[in-house]
């Protein structure tokens, strides 16, 4: 890992989403034998110092017990939501942030991720070799990039954390498996995600 600021890293699996495009809940399906926002959550506490859900409080009574959550604080809009929330509540340290819908995401391919760590950019976003824009829900977010955006945030008509990320000092990281950060938003995704996973 790079020189840092901070060494603390903590693990964020943004789940509060209404799935709307899926018809149902994506932190819910189980890919893997177990639903995906457990199946993420278990990946980062490996690599993390400490791994958090980020649910809306009608979710609390759906985890099992022992699971590290974060209530939407619901001051911001779309994935701001849970980032800021977790952001509010722990302001010193680096989150590396994934969507739930990233059925595809490995252990190796987070070590990849805070190996190349830059803590002295906004964030460390892994990105495609074809598009090179930064995946703001599959990124190591650090302190004063969440700072900026909360202040950003406030004056602002978007609460597009990529547009964000786009216009700031960030460090990109292609996935050895770009498969990696395929997002399954519907149904045809989804079974998209499955035929991958079954080929595996």
Request: some cysteine; proline content about 6%; aromatic content about 8%.
């Amino acid at each position: 890992m790079k020189s840092s600021t901070t060494d603390k890293i903590y693990g964020l699996v943004l789940s509060g989403g209404k799935s709307t495009r899926m018809g149902m809940d994506k932190g819910t399906i189980a890919y893997h034998g177990t639903p995906q926002r457990e199946y993420l959550y278990n990946l980062l506490d490996q690599v993390c110092n400490r791994t958090f859900l980020s649910i809306r409080s009608e979710q609390e009574n759906d985890l099992p017990k022992g699971m590290n959550t974060i209530l939407d604080e619901n001051q911001y809009k779309g994935p701001y939501n849970g980032l800021l929330s977790a952001h509010h509540q722990y302001p010193d340290v680096a989150w590396l942030v994934l969507a739930c819908d990233l059925p595809l995401m490995d252990l190796s391919a987070l070590k990849q991720l805070i190996n190349d760590r830059t803590p002295d950019k906004i964030a460390t976003a892994f990105a495609t070799r074809d598009s090179q824009l930064p995946e703001p829900l599959a990124a190591i977010w650090e302190p004063k990039g969440l700072q900026e955006s909360i202040i950003q945030q406030k004056n602002a008509n978007s609460s597009c954390p990529r547009k964000f990320l786009i216009q700031s000092d960030v460090a990109l990281v292609y996935p050895n498996n770009e498969q990696v950060l395929l997002n399954a938003n519907d149904k045809e995704e989804y079974e998209k995600a499955i035929t991958k996973i079954t080929a595996i």
